[in-house]
């Protein structure tokens, strides 16, 4: 008996992933406000998913021990050394933020990374992605029979709609990141036919959010892919891969700068002129995250900061009031846990998109690449209901690990 439920809770973690991210899928809807004994099922429903994967971390400890400590700290290459020194201050600042701070989000997203140790990272974006369709349709679906309510928030003379979300973005990017998902998963082999559908759903999107970023952004996924097709479709194979090889080793070294941009962008914005244009693009996300700065400062481990956006649960508890919210991922997760975990952090990530690079998985660094600059203007990353990318980084790390291992093997006999 003890044998079979070791054996459910290690090889069926993909029931516990689905499990969870239904959880943090009804957190997002207006269900919950609809109908609040919700809320405390779906806390109860977590912490039992918890507790599997609290078993399961348990149980893959010897896994991780041998995985760390299998090499001397002498023998191991300077990229280990420097990986195992990013990833210590990373923890470290994550453990010291939440004393300060008491936020508890990124002490839960590295337990539920550790615990799913081993699980092929596809499995989890396909899943995450079928999740995605599943869930955002039936929502949808209730919203339309007023099951739940359709929260609705002016911009001007527009109305947006969020059909069901407690944000009217959630269904555009829910939208999008299933979108680029199943595109991801398909490649040039994505039919036309499907691109067109993708289509027709992101304008009917648009029209019902008017979520501008989403909308473009996804526009340019679907252009890319179709150019994409035209050169296999033409025999330019070796042109394509040349493409994805260049852009992979473009983004890789020059990754860090974006987010340093953004910081300098937002300081630049008092100086008006042309960055008031470019705030008013932005929908004033310069002037909110200037005055937060302002308001609040940097810490080296974070704030307790709350970050008041346009979502119904915060006009339902304080009426009127100005939004403070930081849509940049960095900045706010600098502003959160501090200047000390998001340099550690923008560290860890380029180490990430290196070793893809080095492993020629030129699709999953395309792939980081739409979700790492989308965090410039919405904090999805580290958010694992539309971003399965933090996923990668144990796998990809074991796998670069195990081939230079066995390059230096062969090295040696050689």
Known sequence: MLSKIKEFVLKRQIVFFIMYYITLFIDT????????????????????????????LVLILPDYKKTVFDTKWKDKSKLSKFLCLVVGILLISIFISFI???NRRLIFLVFILLAFYDTDYKKIIKTTMSLQIILTSILVLLCIFGVTQNYIVSRGEISRYSMGFVYTTNLAQMVLFSAIMYMYINGTKTKTYELFVIQL?????????NSRAEFILLEIVIVMMMLFKSLVKLGENTFFEKIKSSYSKLFTTTFAIFPILSLLIVLLYPQGGIWNDVNKV??????????????YGVDPFGQDIEFLGLGIRQKMEYGTYK???????YLQLMFLHGYVFII????LLNILLYMLYRQKRYNEVLLCSIYLLFGLINPRIVNVLYSPILFMIIPTILEYKNDNFK?????RKG
């Open 201 to 209: 759903v992101n304008v009917f999107t648009y029209f019902i959010t």
């Open 344 to 347: 550690s952090f923008i560290v």
């Open 282 to 295: 932005l929908s004033s996300r310069l002037s909110q995250t200037y005055e937060d700065i302002v308001e």
């Open 29 to 56: 809807t207006c269900i919950e406000i609809d109908y609040p004994i919700t809320e405390s099922i779906v806390g109860i429903f977590r912490y039992i998913v918890y507790i599997f994967l609290f078993i399961r």
């Open 323 to 329: 939004s403070n919210y930081v849509d940049n991922e």
């Open 407 to 411: 390059l230096q093997n062969k090295g």
């Open 100 to 102: 300060v701070t008491q």
